[in-house]
């Protein structure tokens, strides 16, 4: 099973999650997927469409936003924020290494005031991603949303 990292309770980012991981996520009472990775960003990925397809055949609920850094908007960050505090928990959000996914779950996070920066990049770093050097930007999204 593709390894989860735990950034709270109830969500998890992950790697690049595979055709098998469904059954295991169904058996492990995950609720939720979120695909944030771009189809095709390399060779073998698994689709959004064949995942949308297992997640189904696993009464798992399936959302694909994906982002790449340079293409990250407001807009898609609160696509991300919809998702996360309205789906149904546990969470797995996905990438290639999961640190994407782990971006926008900070921002989230620090966004919409759930977390301070500081206590979000704790998390973060408690689930192995370091987000040291997207402090600025973390801080800032925060900041324009008060």
């Keep these: 099973m ?3 990292n735990k950034l709270e309770d109830g969500f998890y980012a992950a790697p690049q999650i595979t055709e098998s991981d469904f059954e295991h996520f169904a058996a492990h009472g995950i609720k939720t997927v979120v695909n944030n990775r771009p189809d095709d960003e390399e060779p073998g990925q698994l689709s959004a469409a064949r995942a949308r ?3 189904e055949q ?3 609920e399936y959302h694909h936003i ?3 850094v340079p293409t990250l908007t407001p807009e898609l960050i609160d696509r991300f924020e ?3 505090t ?3 928990r546990p969470i797995v959000a996905h990438c290639r290494s999961g640190t994407r996914s782990c971006i926008l779950w900070s921002l989230t996070e620090s966004g919409r005031g759930a977390r301070s920066v500081d206590d979000t990049l704790h998390c973060a770093a408690t ?4 987000l ?3 402090r600025p930007m973390i801080e800032n999204y925060a900041a324009s949303r008060r």
């Design 53 to 55: 397809e297992l997640a």
């Design 58 to 60: 696993h009464g798992i």
């Design 86 to 88: 309205t789906a149904p």
């Design 66 to 68: 994906p982002m790449t």
């Design 127 to 130: 689930g192995g991603y370091d």
């Design 82 to 84: 919809k998702v996360v």
């Design 2 to 4: 593709t390894p989860l």
């Design 132 to 134: 040291s050097q997207m």
